[in-house]
């Protein structure tokens, strides 16, 4: 079945510094990928989505210049939170959508739980 | 717009219980699909199913089983004879529409299986 790597599962950094997060499709090509974040008890709440090649859509509320999103290639997305700061501690979890798998087929990656101290 | 309600915030049971989760959705669209997904401790979501707005049967998978009321725009989810290894956050999830066709979550139940 189809597969999403995401990596780290787990950081934790310091005020001020940037982390990036990847999300890799090992056995499809993902032409659109989301990004989720989701605080303790939450539910996921939808930060953008990305289509290779494109420039991510970001949801209402949602600063871009401090979420970057690439998706330069088709098995590669990556979310960099810059000059992160706790409230930037959340859990970030992607999924990747393939025109091939279907307009509803979805696969998430496995989650980064982010600590910002 | 595009709407999931998942009223029940927390819900408790003792093993061998069954309990049933509530879905209520909004949508537009003539089409649709609808998703539940677990979510254990370790946070990964584990996708459980998807249904087609044109399949109104239930669909039953070992204890689980899904109620598709598309009159009153639900989709339960009932799981038979709970275990402990049950207990997880559970999600619905619709399609919010547009050209990506994002997933919109409901807030989930929280559920606690007791032994």
């Known amino acids: 079945g189809a597969v999403v790597s995401q990596h780290p599962s787990r950081v934790i950094c310091k005020s001020g510094t940037s982390v990036k997060i990847e999300c890799r499709s090992l056995?499809?090509?993902?032409?659109?990928m989301f990004w989720y974040r989701q605080f303790p008890k939450k539910s996921l709440m939808l930060m953008a989505t990305?289509?290779?090649?494109?420039?991510?859509?970001?949801e209402q509320g949602v600063e871009k210049d401090k979420f970057l999103i690439n998706h330069a290639s088709l098995t590669l997305s990556t979310l960099t939170v810059t000059s992160a700061h706790p409230e930037d501690s959340s859990f970030y979890i992607c999924?990747?959508?393939?025109?091939?798998?279907?307009?509803?087929?979805?696969?998430f990656g496995s989650g980064t739980r982010l600590t910002v101290v | 717009a595009q709407k999931v309600t998942q009223a029940q915030t927390e819900i408790s049971v003792v093993e061998k219980e069954d309990v049933t989760l509530d879905c209520v959705y909004e949508?537009?669209?003539?089409?649709?699909?609808l998703f539940w997904y677990k979510q254990p401790p370790s946070g990964e979501l584990v996708f459980l199913i998807r249904?087609?707005?044109?399949?109104?049967q239930n669909e039953i998978s070992g204890r689980y089983s899904w109620n598709f009321q598309k009159s009153t725009s639900s989709f339960n989810f009932t799981i038979t004879a709970s275990q402990v290894v049950d207990s997880a956050v559970y999600f619905c999830?619709?399609?919010?529409?547009?050209?990506?066709?994002?997933?919109?979550f409901g807030a989930g139940t929280r559920l606690a299986v007791h032994p």
């Open positions: 990305s289509n290779e090649g494109s420039k991510a859509t970001y």
């Open positions: 949508t537009r669209d003539t089409t649709y699909y």
């Open positions: 056995d499809f090509q993902a032409t659109t």
């Open positions: 999830a619709l399609p919010g529409g547009g050209g990506y066709n994002k997933l919109i």
């Open positions: 249904r087609n707005s044109f399949d109104e």
């Open positions: 999924s990747a959508r393939s025109s091939d798998r279907g307009a509803y087929g979805y696969t």
